[in-house]
């Protein structure tokens, strides 16, 4: 295959996938663009605001991309293209089905929270389960959205910015961003970001075309698959590579950020857009950092020694940013990293504080209750970004897509009360289950069992839960139609 012609294939089958899959997609959860939506029914100048849908876009993307499908593709990278192959699968297949169903469902739920999401669906029990987990994998998101970009910041400013000093200037924003009104800061920077964010995206992958970089040039043992594991350290590509790469693919995180998009939006038709295309395009910028990886460096060895020795991923950024753009572009494209994780860390927040609001029943359309909130949560994410970040990473991206998989099983259960097939998002549902569950029993920040009892274990919860989910379907139905809160083609102001 020609140079980068894996990446261009993967590009292609990204497009042809939001339009073919999305569209049935869009199709199972069958959108009513005469239904009335929170935006218009509970407009509070705050939360619920209309916005137009070129700005929702804008603002989804950039609350869901944070440093993942950056750091986690080049993680990921070290495994081989088979990387690329669950970035465009893992996106058309599980992650935007997610993120559709996810934001969908919210909208018809008055913009609740995916915690109240999931329990109108699933029941009490993981209503009560999501809350916290919920809770934690956002205060969790936003140390590491803080973090990431404080220490880029750092390396670059030299010795009149520190690490403490970003950490500051940062978090400052991000309790602005979570208390004041929705189109005060975010709705009016996000654009400016963007612009940025595209920078970066076209520019790196301009760059590896221009410069002459050849795709996949590390040296295979004869008679193997180019798709084979090249891990240097010998990792199992399964579950680890699943975990790793995570917002670039499927990402439970975003489930905790439609919500805030639900509260804007004003006609289901645009859902697909809005939803399922944001994903797809966090998965463009997930390939262009995956395909720099392992286009830039020579062998996985030579990425390894810069992710170990030379600054994290973070390293990564910045000197294939400054090699390939000079100067100038490289600063652009990192700060393009560096505005990612800030444009979901503040959302992550914002996120936090309405999961809050909604459980204790607070009204947000007043200043000193958001702060009654806010305050608290900054004060344990403040503590938490003393810990070193790869520990924080880890439980990350496990939490990450823990909570994905309950959502994944959330959605099958809403489809299957519509009586639309379910099975296109329940065999994502049971892949995932499989995943997470042999990642904890055998990350060595989990049980640390053996790999083949780790796996098996794995495989058996995933049947269990698919027997389980199977078998309660009509109680899904009687649950949901029995509980259902007001939907918005009812609702009265």
Not at 427 to 446: D, H, K, L, R
Request: proline fraction near 6%; charged fraction near 10%.
């Amino acid at each position: 295959m020609s140079p980068l012609g894996y990446f261009f294939v993967a590009v292609g089958a990204l497009v042809v996938g939001y339009i073919v899959y999305g569209k049935i997609t869009e199709r199972l959860f069958v959108p009513d663009p005469n239904r009335s939506t929170p935006a218009l029914a509970m407009q509070d100048g705050v939360d619920y605001v209309p916005l137009p849908n070129w700005k929702i876009f804008l603002i989804q993307l950039l609350n869901i991309a944070g440093v993942g499908p950056v750091f986690g593709p080049i993680l990921g990278a070290l495994y081989g293209p088979s990387a690329l192959l669950w970035i465009v699968f893992g996106t058309l297949l599980a992650g935007g089905v997610h993120d559709y169903f996810s934001g969908m469902i919210s909208l018809r739920y008055n913009g609740k929270s995916v915690p109240d999401v999931v329990g109108y669906t699933l029941g009490n029990f993981f209503k009560q389960f999501m809350r916290v987990f919920s809770l934690v994998l956002l205060v969790l998101v936003g140390v590491v959205f803080v973090s990431a970009p404080a220490g880029i910041l750092a390396s670059l400013s030299g010795s009149w910015g520190s690490l403490n000093f970003w950490l500051a200037v940062i978090f400052i924003y991000y309790f602005l961003a979570t208390i004041l009104p929705i189109d005060v800061i975010i709705a009016r920077l996000y654009p400016l970001f963007a612009a940025v964010l595209l920078i970066m995206a076209f520019g790196i992958s301009g760059g590896l075309i221009v410069k002459g970089y050849n795709f996949y040039s590390w040296p295979m043992t004869e008679g193997t698959s180019v798709f084979a594991n090249v891990h240097p350290q010998g990792l199992p590509m399964w579950p680890l590579m699943f975990i790793t790469i995570a917002c670039g693919a499927l990402s439970g995180f975003h489930a905790t950020q439609s919500p805030l998009m639900a509260r804007c939006v004003t006609n289901e038709k645009v859902g697909r857009r809005i939803f399922y295309g944001s994903m797809v395009a966090e998965g463009a910028i997930a390939l262009v950092w995956a395909t720099a990886g392992m286009t830039f460096y020579q062998s996985p060895e030579a990425l390894l020694n810069v992710i170990s020795n030379g600054g994290g991923p973070a390293g990564v950024v910045k000197e294939v940013s400054i090699s390939l753009l000079g100067p100038v572009g490289g600063i652009l494209a990192i700060l393009g990293v560096v505005v990612l994780p800030i444009s979901s860390g503040d959302t992550a927040f914002r996120a936090a504080r309405l999961l809050v609001a909604d459980f204790g029943g607070i009204n947000q359309s007043k200043a000193p209750k958001r702060l009654m909130i806010s305050v608290p949560l900054f004060a344990i994410g403040v503590l938490l970004s003393q810990i070193d970040f790869t520990i924080i990473w880890r439980y990350f991206g496990w939490s990450n897509q823990t909570l994905a998989t309950v959502m994944l099983w959330s959605a099958a259960a809403y489809a299957v009360r519509r009586g639309t097939c379910h099975w296109l998002i329940t065999i994502p549902a049971t892949f995932m289950t499989a995943t997470v569950i042999s990642y904890i029993c055998v990350a060595p920040e989990g049980f640390k069992l053996p790999y083949n009892i780790s796996v098996t274990i794995g495989i058996m919860a995933a049947a269990l839960a698919l027997v389980w989910f199977l078998l309660n379907r009509g109680g899904f139905r009687k649950h949901v139609l029995l509980e259902l809160p007001p939907e918005h083609g009812a609702v009265t102001k």
